[in-house]
């Protein structure tokens, strides 16, 4: 079983504050990517990443791939009320199956 | 709409009753995920089609649990003989190449 360590499991910031999510794992993945999710509803994807060192910004989120494809992180800055919600990693295997990350619930009060 | 559309969104059972839950994919998409995942955390994977064959039922954490799909489109999770341990959200994911678009789940709830 591929198992993917996040941390921190819970984080309560204030708004306009920077935060960093960490995604640890063992194995190597072909690909990552970052999910979030909003109560009743299913994860969402927010960014794949590809290849070892790479780095990619969507707005004010900021994820990078660790050289050796085995972990990855998600800076967000300036968090906003919007951002809350849990955030999954999931690493991609050569068979095309995810594996999750046991998640990081993330609170931003205004 | 054109998502993925999962019934019933709630299911209340008592235990050692069968439960039957449904997955309608976005059409199109050949390959299929059902997940599991307990009170907010991360997906515990359970079984993946790709058209109506399932090469990974690796997930399936006993044979109380089966699935199969159908026409290449819905698909359809069994629990037999529900145990309390069993109560959780069941996903269900479509998805073409690297991405897979997640139904708003089931959640499930064995008394």
């Known amino acids: 079983t591929q198992l993917l360590e996040q941390s921190p499991q819970f984080l309560s910031i204030q708004e306009g504050e920077n935060l960093t999510v960490y995604c640890n794992s063992s194995?190597?993945?072909?690909?990552l990517q970052w999910y979030r999710q909003e109560p009743g509803e299913g994860p969402v994807l927010l960014v794949t990443?590809?290849?070892?060192?790479e780095v990619k910004k969507l707005k004010r989120l900021t994820f990078q791939f660790g050289d050796a494809r085995k972990d990855s992180s998600l800076h967000i800055t300036a968090a906003q009320p919007g951002d809350t919600g849990l955030y999954l990693c999931?690493?991609?295997?050569?068979?095309?199956?995810?594996?999750f990350g046991t998640g990081t619930r993330l609170t931003v009060i205004p | 709409g054109a998502g993925v559309s999962q019934s019933p969104s709630n299911k209340v059972t008592e235990k050692g009753k069968d439960v039957e839950l449904r997955c309608d994919p976005i059409s199109g998409h050949t390959a299929l995920y059902w997940y599991r995942q307990s009170l907010g955390q991360g997906l515990e994977f359970l079984i993946y089609f790709q058209g109506n064959s399932a090469p990974d039922k690796s997930g399936l954490p006993s044979d109380r649990f089966s699935a199969e799909r159908t026409g290449g489109s819905v698909s359809t999770l069994t629990i037999q003989r529900t145990q309390q341990e069993d109560s959780a959200v069941y996903l269900c994911a479509s998805g073409r190449g690297y991405t897979q678009y997640f139904g708003p789940g089931t959640r499930l709830t064995v008394l």
């Open positions: 194995s190597v993945f072909s690909s």
């Open positions: 990443v590809v290849t070892g060192g």
């Open positions: 999931a690493g991609l295997t050569g068979a095309n199956n995810l594996f």
